[in-house]
T-cell receptor, first 112, second 113 residues
Framework: AQSVTQPDIHITVSEGASLELRCNYS??????LFWYVQSPGQGLQLLLK??????LVQGIKGFEAEFKRSQSSFNLRKPSVHWSDAAEYFC??????????FGTGTSLTVIP | NAGVTQTPKFQVLKTGQSMTLQCAQD?????MSWYRQDPGMGLRLIHY???????DQGEVPNGYNVSRSTTEDFPLRLLSAAPSQTSVYFC????????????FGEGSRLTVL
């Protein structure tokens, strides 16, 4: 069965520090992988996606993610975090059954 | 562009009452879906549709009904609300189903007393 695991429930970083949010997935075929961000009281917005090709993908707001098939991971990174990055982040996988599976989310706090 | 519009934004129901959450999109997306978001659970798929007249169950469909009579609209019905259905509900649409970006509405917060 498809599943997505985000092992970190909450992360706190200082502004300007680097960030890595972890995502592991379980999926039999080549996955369609996504990272979404949710600001308080808002819907989710796509940060980036991976379907095939280059395993390092660039997204909006300076985010990037690396697909590692051997580790079943799709970790999100940002070199320098801004206070406006404080939000909840969700990793998701799209399955061939036209369903999406989301992780439980990682809440990011940014300290000035 | 309106994108995905959900109504109402807030609703309080009593156990056993029925209601419909409305969802409309103006992007001509064939794929539409409903999720519920609960603390510590992430988003879980309730129902989805790949086009007008076609609906299917997701991960947590019990207690919910959907229909898709037009491309634009995908209402979610609670026939007999239960406290376990207290949640934030999101409607989302996509141009290319599971391979495409999901566009989300702003959510509907439902409380069942």
């Amino acid at each position: 069965a498809q599943s997505v695991t985000q092992p970190d429930i909450h992360i706190t970083v200082s502004e300007g520090a680097s960030l890595e949010l972890r995502c592991n997935y379980s999926y039999g075929a080549t996955p369609y992988l996504f990272w979404y961000v949710q600001s308080p009281g808002q819907g989710l917005q796509l940060l980036l996606k991976y379907f095939s090709g280059d395993t390092l993908v660039q997204g909006i707001k300076g985010f990037e993610a690396e697909f590692k098939r051997s580790q079943s991971s799709f970790n999100l990174r940002k070199p320098s975090v801004h206070w406006s990055d404080a939000a909840e982040y969700f990793c998701a996988v799209g399955s061939t059954g036209n369903q999406f599976y989301f992780g439980t989310g990682t809440s990011l706090t940014v300290i000035p | 562009n309106a994108g995905v519009t959900q109504t109402p934004k807030f609703q309080v129901l009593k156990t056993g009452q029925s209601m419909t959450l409305q969802c409309a999109q103006d992007m001509n997306h064939e794929y539409m879906s409903w999720y519920r978001q609960d603390p510590g659970m992430g988003l879980r798929l309730i129902h989805y549709s790949v086009g007008a007249g076609i609906t299917d169950q997701g991960e947590v469909p019990n207690g919910y009904n959907v229909s898709r009579s037009t491309t634009e609209d995908f209402p979610l019905r609670l026939l007999s609300a239960a406290p376990s259905q207290t949640s934030v509900y999101f409607c989302a649409s996509s141009f290319r189903g599971h391979t495409g970006e999901l566009f989300f509405g702003e959510g509907s917060r439902l409380t069942v007393l």
